[in-house]
């Protein structure tokens, strides 16, 4: 394990080389993170798909359900709210979740240790 | 009486459904079954026969299942009964019975004319009469029918398709005189002129004469003019088989047939027959659903029931040389006072009358000719209220019948004696789609024609499947598509704000990107459609469960170059990619991590290889056998033509994946029959079948077209593919299409043969279209920077391969190590990796 939490924005990359409504993979501080630009927001998750163990949930279809924002994992389908880190459709399933901020045109993430 | 030895004399329709029914009553079997058949094969779908000319084979009309404790004996029909020993006899022994069973049917009636022995004279009743007749007609051009009824025409039809010119010679003033009244026997005159069979009606026929080499040559009628012909079938009639009861002494009906009681048994109590030989209260009962019905019956008393013969439903439909007709209840008004109300429409060449009673009120019955869409509602409304004004329930399409209407006594299917009670509650026990209501009903599994009242039936019970796509859009994928289509509406964010809701998610998306690929949208990564993407299609590539992706080129029916085959193995081993074979004779690369999909594609394309959209809901393949190029079986050049296929339909968006293979001759070894589209070589071209698929529902094709130039063939199937992607529900593919398609195959032949909507230029164009823009969606991303950019590893590490992706080796290759150590967070609230079952979606809401 290489894994160290921090409490520091990491800068990731220009914000224009997120399309919105779609995920990247960003690596900060060791740690796979699956980062997405709506409309409107910057979210960032674990990039883990924790049903099936593979990082992968950068590449699932982002969206909304009841005006929630969304990833779907693209392995099998499960959705998650893009806020909480949690799985709507399995309860007790969650992701963690991280901060995602635009400063001057520039995504920055945050990790987060959560209970 | 539960209990002992059975026999059954016949292995017919009804007999066999008795030996079903018997065996679903009395499972332990305390009756052991000895069933005698005179024919070589066991039951088959005597009601479809014709279908055997259209190339449907005899394997598909069987109706034979086999049951423990039931010995058939094939090719060994009842010589005798002695109802002293109660013992029947046959050639071969005796077999001792304590319950016997006569399903012996009835035999094609032949007017006694001269001339019927000659060689050429056929009656229409077995498969092995219709093998006859087809081997006599080779090389023949003129065939006639003796009768216009419902056999008549059939063989009528069965001529024509074996290029006969054809006659049909009734006795009755119209066709089908049972069935229709003198003015639907008008309309169908009209349509069967038009295929260019000739009717002679009012006359009989007087003698059958030979020409000089022995064969049939002339047929002499009653108003003394002769009419040349070669071949001739006789369909005047049936009459019961009702001869080994006559000489064991068993009373007979008036009209012939084993008399029996509404018990349907014989004067003997150990004696019982069932079907077409039986005389049931004194009436023999030609149809298969009164057949049916006395199976039932006496299954039911040998195991201790009360069943009785509830009354024949003589109501008929069917398809006559590509005409509706049916007639039901009292369809001549012979009712005492009772009224008609007629419709007729020259235009549209539809004729009906509705019979009612003398106060208008209740439906007795109905005739039904060009348009029979109302039928299934009418037919079971037949002794009840009219379930909508009588001009609405005449109208074309039946617009006023609905279901919704009928008592719960009315009988839904008629073959299975289903009322709509049953149907009930079936869908209150939980039956939530058609397929649901016929494996628990039964209802709709025989002549199919009532399963648009079972949807009625599920939409009147509230549980009809909502057609909305998602939360983000109440329309189907169908109406979906004709909004794009219609509207001209080219990206997602302005369908879903003009009409939808919401941001979107995985289940309208792909299918919104699918529609736009469908109709010409450009490359699928371009612009916004990138992010409508599954990641499948985001990066033209299949995941794996380990997050890494397999790569398939493009190997069009399966033909390589052995320069080819190097450069696949080449590449597979300088990027150490575990290889297999495919089901679709082309080969996986798999291993593969995003930021190699470019290099090893860039490889790929330089030595010629295409994608092959392994990755996509578009055509996949059109695998092929080796044809006759090198088979010595084979009569066309399958490997040519599945290479033109592939060709053509490459990348071709659909709902679903779509497959298709074509074998060079009928063994098949291409195994088109479980594809979407198959063709299968004959003599003269190509049989196309549609609607077969593997996988979790296997399917077999159905039989669409015969004998087809490979420019006919190449149009039907570019309609089937438009139509299908116009068309269908999401994630639906053809035999799931095909099936829920009100109408079936005969509405998809309309649609795409007969152009009966008027679709087919439009059809055309659209796949012309297709056909004309196609581009290689790999190389298109290979020449652009802007696409090569999301195929990253780390948007912040590019130089970073993925750490979580590691193999081990099997079998000298490369798989996915099991147990990966991850280099990411575990997941903080202590959720552990679970078994997950792959390959089947969760299934939600």
Not at chain 2, 91 to 118: H, I, M, N, Q
Not at chain 2, 481 to 488: H, N, P, S, T, Y
Not at chain 2, 576 to 592: N, S
Not at chain 2, 752 to 771: F, K, Q, T, W, Y
Request: hydrophobic residues 40%; glycine residues 12%.
């Amino acid at each position: 394990m290489t894994q160290t939490l921090t409490l520091t924005w990491t800068t990731v990359c220009l914000l224009d080389r997120l399309e919105p409504d779609r995920g990247v993979a960003a690596l900060v501080d060791g740690v796979q993170i699956a980062l997405f630009r709506t409309a409107d927001e910057l979210f960032a998750i674990d990039n883990r798909d924790p049903v099936s163990g593979a990082y992968v949930l950068s590449r699932g279809i982002v969206g909304s359900r009841g005006g929630v924002p969304t990833v779907a994992s693209p392995l099998h389908k499960q959705v998650y709210d893009l806020r909480s880190g949690h799985c709507l459709d399995l309860p007790g399933v969650a992701v963690a979740r991280h901060d995602a901020r635009c400063r001057n045109g520039l995504v920055e993430v945050r990790l987060r240790q959560e209970g | 009486m539960s209990g002992g030895e059975l026999v059954v004399i016949g292995n017919g329709m009804v007999g066999q459904r008795f030996v079903d029914a018997l065996h679903a009553r009395d499972p332990q079997g305390d009756w052991r079954v000895t069933v005698l058949a005179e024919e070589g094969r066991p039951a088959y779908d005597r009601v479809r026969l014709s279908a055997y000319f259209d190339g449907v084979s005899e394997s598909e009309l069987n109706l034979h299942t086999p049951h423990d404790g039931v010995r058939l004996r094939l090719g060994e029909p009842a010589t005798a009964v002695d109802r002293d020993r109660q013992v029947v006899t046959t050639a071969v022994g005796e077999y001792r019975y304590d319950a016997l069973v006569l399903a012996t049917g009835s035999y094609a009636f032949v007017p006694p004319v001269a001339g019927t022995e000659l060689p050429g004279v056929f009656v229409y009743r077995t498969l092995d009469d219709l093998a006859a007749i087809r081997a006599y007609a080779r090389g023949r051009r003129v065939g006639a029918v003796i009768g216009g009824g419902l056999l008549g025409l059939e063989a009528a039809n069965a001529l024509r398709l074996l290029g006969l010119s054809t006659d049909v010679v009734e006795f009755a003033p119209r066709l089908m005189p049972v069935q229709v009244d003198q003015a639907g026997g008008a309309m169908l005159r009209r349509y069967v002129d038009e295929l260019g069979v000739r009717t002679h009606l009012g006359v009989a026929t007087t003698a059958i004469r030979p020409g000089p080499d022995g064969g049939v040559a002339a047929l002499e009628l009653s108003d003394g003019t002769a009419l040349d012909t070669e071949l001739v079938v006789v369909a005047a009639g049936i009459r019961p088989r009702d001869q080994l009861a006559r000489d064991a002494g068993l009373p007979l009906g008036p009209r012939g047939g084993v008399l029996v009681d509404s018990t349907c048994r014989t004067a003997d109590e150990r004696i019982w027959a069932v079907g077409e030989c039986a005389a049931v209260d004194g009436t023999c009962h030609g149809l298969v659903a009164p057949g049916y019905a006395t199976a039932e019956v006496v299954a039911d008393r040998l195991v201790g029931g009360a069943a009785t013969f509830p009354g024949a439903d003589t109501a008929t439909k069917l398809k006559l040389l590509g005409v509706d007709v049916a007639s039901f209840g009292d369809a001549h008004g012979t009712t005492e006072g009772c009224l008609d109300v007629t419709f007729t429409d020259p235009a549209t060449r539809v004729y009906a009358k509705l019979v009612l009673s003398d106060d208008a009120h209740t439906l007795l019955g109905g005739v039904l000719v060009g348009d029979a869409s109302a039928y299934p509602t009418l037919r079971a409304s037949v002794g009840g209220p009219l379930p909508a004004a009588p001009l609405a329930l005449l109208a074309p399409d039946g617009g006023g019948a609905d279901a919704g209407a009928l008592p719960a006594a009315a009988q839904v299917c008629s073959c299975n004696a289903v009322t709509r009670g049953d149907v009930d509650a079936a869908i209150a026990d939980g039956c939530a789609d058609v397929p649901a209501l016929k494996a628990c009903t039964r209802a709709g599994t025989s002549c199919g024609s009532c399963v648009p009242m079972l949807k009625q039936l599920l939409d009147a019970a509230g549980v009809a499947q909502s057609g909305a796509l998602c939360e983000h859009f109440d329309v189907s994928r169908r109406e979906l598509f004709e909004i794009v289509r219609v509207r001209g509406i080219r990206t997602f964010s302005r369908l879903v704000a003009e009409h939808g809701r919401g941001r979107g998610c995985d289940i309208c998306k792909p299918v919104v990107a699918s529609i736009l690929a469908s109709l010409g949208g450009g490359h699928v990564l371009d612009g916004e459609q990138a992010s409508l993407q599954d990641t499948n299609d985001h990066f033209l590539a299949n995941l794996q469960r380990d997050g890494s992706y397999s790569v398939v080129p493009r190997i069009p029916g399966g033909e390589i170059t052995p320069e080819k085959l190097i450069v696949i193995g080449e590449v597979a081993r300088d990027f150490q990619l575990y290889t297999k074979i495919t089901g679709g004779q082309r080969i996986d690369l798999f291993g593969a991590r995003v930021e190699q999909l470019p290099q090893i594609w860039r490889r790929l394309v330089d030595a010629g290889f295409e994608s092959g959209h392994a990755y996509g809901k578009a055509l996949r393949t059109v695998k092929s056998c080796v044809g006759e190029t090198w088979c010595r079986y084979g009569v066309q050049d399958s490997v040519g033509l599945a290479v033109a296929l592939e060709l053509r339909y490459r990348g071709l968006r659909a709902p679903h994946k779509l497959k298709s293979a074509v074998s060079g001759c009928a063994r098949e070894c291409a195994e088109a029959r479980s594809k979407d589209f198959g063709i299968i070589a004959t003599e003269t071209g190509w049989n196309l079948y549609v609607g077969g698929n593997g996988g979790f529902r296997p399917r077999h094709a159905d039989l669409f077209a015969t004998d087809l130039s490979t420019d006919a063939l190449i149009r039907l199937i570019d309609r089937f593919l438009i139509y299908y992607i116009r068309t269908a529900d999401r994630l639906q593919r053809t035999a799931g299409w095909i099936e829920a398609m009100d109408g079936g195959l005969d509405h998809l032949r309309s649609v795409i043969v007969d152009d009966s909507l008027g679709l087919c230029e439009d059809l055309d164009a659209a796949m012309a279209r297709h056909v004309s823009s196609y581009s290689d969606e790999w190389r298109d991303v290979l020449d652009d920077p802007d696409r090569l950019r999301r195929y990253t590893s780390f948007v912040n590490a590019p130089d970073v391969p993925d750490p979580s992706i590691t193999f081990t080796r099997e079998r000298g290759q490369p798989v996915p190590a099991r147990d990966q150590s991850p280099t990411g967070t575990e997941p903080t609230n202590g959720h552990r990796r679970q078994p997950v079952t792959l390959g089947l979606p969760e299934v939600r809401r």
